[in-house]
């Protein structure tokens, strides 16, 4: 699949064309092409993200990594960093947006609509050194997804996996019963 094809599908699992797409987008190709691989069918890629920002829909469907197969790891540390890996020989690439790298002061007095495409085009225009820092970690890798045991919830009565149960007078308790998790019932 061509650069076009593969920008235009992660358009499409996205919804939209963004700033923070282009991000994951370029991050993407970026560590495939250090790595000398293509999509992964399983578990033989890795990538970590470091945002929940939008360009991790980019980095899911340009590298077949994905929360669900356990080779897409999210590191909730609010920064536009992506790191690849390849468990063939455990090597990997670390690709962080520079600091500002498309920001320009001048463009905080644009309507949003107008900043985002003024973005995305310097971010279509900038070659990857300018975009993007890029170095191989020395780090071990991940290992591969783990299935565990799923166990009722003594409180709520749900499943939970195993591994992440608290025990509350002997019963296995879900995070959210054990007060880890805060969120509202609907009903």
């Given at each position: 699949m061509d650069d076009k094809a593969l920008l235009d599908s992660a358009i499409a699992f996205?919804?939209?064309?963004?700033?923070?797409?282009?991000?994951?987008?370029?991050?993407?190709?970026?560590?495939?092409?250090?790595?000398?691989?293509?999509?992964?069918?399983?578990?033989?890629?890795?990538?970590?993200?470091?945002?929940?920002?939008?360009?991790?829909?980019?980095?899911?469907?340009?590298?077949?990594?994905?929360?669900?197969?356990?080779?897409?790891?999210?590191?909730?540390?609010?920064?536009?960093?992506?790191?690849?890996?390849?468990?063939?020989?455990?090597?990997?690439?670390?690709?962080?947006?520079?600091?500002?790298a498309t920001w320009r002061e001048e463009d905080d007095q644009l309507p949003e609509a107008e900043r985002r495409q003024r973005a995305r085009d310097r971010m279509q225009s900038m070659g990857d050194e300018e975009l993007y820092d890029v170095r191989w970690v020395d780090a071990p890798l991940p290992g591969p997804a783990r299935?565990?045991?799923?166990?009722?919830?003594?409180?709520?009565?749900?499943?939970?996996?195993?591994?992440?149960?608290?025990?509350r007078d002997g019963q296995p308790v879900c995070p959210e019963c054990y007060g880890e998790v805060y969120t509202r019932r609907l009903v």
């Open positions: 996205h919804g939209h064309f963004c700033p923070g797409l282009l991000i994951g987008y370029r991050a993407a190709l970026i560590g495939l092409r250090e790595l000398g691989v293509q999509r992964a069918q399983d578990e033989e890629l890795i990538a970590i993200a470091e945002t929940d920002a939008c360009g991790v829909d980019a980095v899911q469907v340009l590298t077949g990594c994905t929360l669900g197969k356990g080779n897409l790891l999210f590191r909730d540390w609010g920064k536009q960093v992506f790191t690849f890996g390849r468990r063939s020989d455990g090597r990997m690439v670390r690709v962080a947006l520079r600091y500002r299935i565990f045991k799923t166990v009722q919830c003594g409180q709520c009565g749900e499943g939970v996996m195993e591994a992440r149960a608290r025990l």
